[in-house]
């Protein structure tokens, strides 16, 4: 299924986060608890948290940074969250710019729509939670406190 209008989210990131930070991003950027399966797909391949076995070929995501997958031929990820609901994401490099140093990264920069709701059933419908920017900052910040090279 695809949302009308679409729903998106613009981020500030270093090329160092790794595909298992990026999940934890995302995460984040859609009010979402984080207890469902997921998968990147870049080129052809597939990553995954290793804890879980997916009967793939999958590969750790924890061994992936942003920088070696948009220094290669790959120009969008594709990423999947919670494989019975399917919510697919499509992340694309916009552009690269110098890390500013009085910055917190990631940062969320500018978004559409509201955070669709995670746990949508049709015998208790759910209107989405409001998107929050700067309590989004805010837990985004959340995460470099326990990591300080990100």
Known sequence: MRWRPPIWRRILAPSTITLDYLHAVIQILFGWDGDHLHQFEIGGKRYSDPFFDLGGDEQDESGVRLRDVFNGAAKKIRYEYDFGASWWHEITLERTTQRDPGTT????????????????????????????????????ASLNSTDDDR
């Not at 500018?110 to 309590?135: A, K, N, R």
């Open 105 to 140: 990264y990631p940062l969320c920069t500018g978004f559409s729509g509201d955070s669709p709701v995670e746990y949508w059933s049709e015998d208790d419908p759910q209107e989405p939670e409001p998107f929050d920017l700067t309590e989004t900052n805010r837990h985004l």
